[in-house]
């Protein structure tokens, strides 16, 4: 009742007007001599929903200042590695404990340090077979004054040379969502018909601790879908959203570390404000879950939190990545993102009650539907501003009777509905009798005089109370035969 409180003071005022005047004579209202549903004037259009069957991958618009700013500096090559230990010293390597339902990954994590700021740490070589991917997760210490990255490169496997310009890189900023910064994940897949060695650094770009280690870990596996690599944001693929929801069904996760990235455009011209995201039950039940996130000033990324899978937007480009707490599979998880279309417009569209549906009679304060017994059913729909259906949503319906007092408890009727899918509402309230304070003489080959109220209908949304309609009706009493 609090929420729709504004619409009901509008219409009490707007009645007061009606009675002030009294009820013998007419005020000067012009009568709408129509029904409700003729007051829908353009034609309610359904939301089209889509299967997203392609991703295409596009420049991203993520800062790589950080990048162009580090070039390898260690002169690294496969002879020395061969000659060293294949684990660099500092690093402490562990066999991570798998978790698959149908798919196998090989998955170590190493522990280390960074002693001073701008130093890095490496760990080569990283053998990959021919076809097989190859994933990495750098898990840096949650603290808001350090900043650690990740790049990866490769060898050149006929001079046993480094390449120093990286293959992949993460290079979030800091930013500490629920106490933890946003994991730094890279990747590639061997495409040549022999096998191949990588190296990893981890580089402390802000700050260094010798107590606070970092934890990477390394994963490589034959199965992954075919739109791997996307490790990480600055791959995401776009992903445009239909009006009715889009579902994307063709990617897995193959591994404990895999991560998939979609970047998602929520335009000025918009009507909604909120997304729906959610996964199948299986992938859910595996330990999957979807995040959005904000790209704040230097890659810092804020996670944007869900209501019941609901997330506020607003106008910008934003990250949702994919990836698992748990399990994963070779299965396709389904991904489902709908927007939560914002509803700006309510119409009644019909009335019933023990008359029936067409019972509008021209008094003389109008042509408006007659209540007639105790049961009154208010139909409508709810809408965007340009007329898009709007579904889920709650709507508040009140009846509001002046000629009862308020400490009555009959002055107000009121109960609430959700929308259907195609936008529809219905509400049955019931009503305390008519009080009949108005009597009007209707002439005729048998003449009546007509008992009655002139009441009020508000309906509103109920999230969005300065989003209502409003309508009169008339509350049948009784007749009295006039001769």
């Not at 596009?58 to 090559?77: G, I, Q, R």
């Not at 798998?98 to 001073?116: D, R």
């Not at 590639?188 to 107590?211: F, H, W």
């Not at 934003?318 to 299965?331: E, G, I, M, W």
Request: contains cysteine; glycine residues 6%; charged residues 15%.
């Amino acid at each position: 009742m609090r929420k729709m409180l504004s619409a009901v003071m509008v219409m009490s005022l707007f009645f007061s007007l009606f009675f002030t005047l009294g009820a013998s004579a007419a005020p000067d209202v012009t009568p709408s001599g129509i029904a409700p549903e003729a007051l829908v004037s353009e034609p309610l259009q359904l939301p089209d929903s889509e299967v997203v069957t392609e991703l295409t991958r596009s420049e991203s618009d993520l800062d790589t200042a950080k990048l162009k700013s580090h070039p390898v500096e260690a002169a690294l090559n496969l002879d020395s590695a061969r000659i060293a230990s294949t684990v660099q010293e500092g690093l402490t390597a562990d066999l991570q404990a798998l978790n698959s339902v149908t798919a196998t990954a090989s998955t170590y994590t190493y522990t280390g340090y960074i002693e001073q700021p701008g130093n890095s740490s490496f760990l080569y070589p990283i053998y990959v077979d021919p076809g097989s991917i190859l994933q990495s997760q750098l898990d840096a210490p949650a603290s808001a004054q350090l900043d650690y990255d990740l790049y990866l490169y490769e060898f050149d496997m006929s001079t046993g040379e480094l390449n120093p310009n990286p293959i992949d890189y993460s290079i979030y900023g800091t930013y500490l969502n629920n106490n933890k910064t946003l994991a730094e994940n890279v990747g590639t897949v061997n495409t040549a018909p022999y096998a191949k060695a990588y190296l990893l650094e981890v580089y402390g770009a802000v700050g260094a601790s010798i107590s606070e280690p970092f934890y990477l870990t390394v994963s490589t596996s034959s199965t992954y879908d075919a739109y791997e690599t996307d490790e990480n944001a600055l791959h995401a693929y776009p992903f445009t959203v239909a009006l009715g929801g889009s579902t994307l069904a063709s990617r897995s996760i193959n591994s404990e570390i895999d991560q998939d990235w979609y970047a998602i455009t929520v335009p000025e011209s918009r009507n909604y404000d909120a997304m729906h995201i959610s996964l199948d039950q299986a992938s859910v039940g595996y330990g999957y879950k979807a995040e959005l996130y904000a790209a704040l000033s230097g890659n810092r990324m804020a996670l944007v939190p869900a209501q019941n899978g609901n997330v506020t937007l607003g106008t910008g480009t934003y990250y949702l990545r994919v990836y698992t707490t748990n399990a994963y599979s070779d299965a396709n998880y389904s991904l489902n993102l709908r927007p939560v279309l914002r509803a700006d417009k309510i119409v009644i569209t019909g009335y019933n009650s023990d008359g029936g549906p067409n019972s509008y009679p021209s008094y003389m304060y109008g042509k408006y539907y007659r209540i007639t017994g105790r049961t009154f059913t208010v139909t409508g729909v709810a809408t965007t501003a340009d007329n898009y259906a709007v579904a889920n949503t709650e709507v508040d319906v009140t009846w509001v009777n002046d000629y009862w007092s308020e400490s009555s408890n009959n002055r107000y009727r009121s109960a609430q509905a959700i929308t259907n899918s195609n936008g529809q509402f219905s509400v049955t309230l019931s009503l305390p009798p008519s009080t009949g304070s108005i009597s009007e003489y209707i002439p005729g080959a048998i003449s009546f005089t007509h008992y009655y109220d002139l009441c009020g209908v508000v309906a509103s949304v109920t999230s969005r109370s300065n989003v209502y309609t409003t309508d009169i009706v008339y509350h049948f009493a009784y007749s009295i035969y006039g001769g």
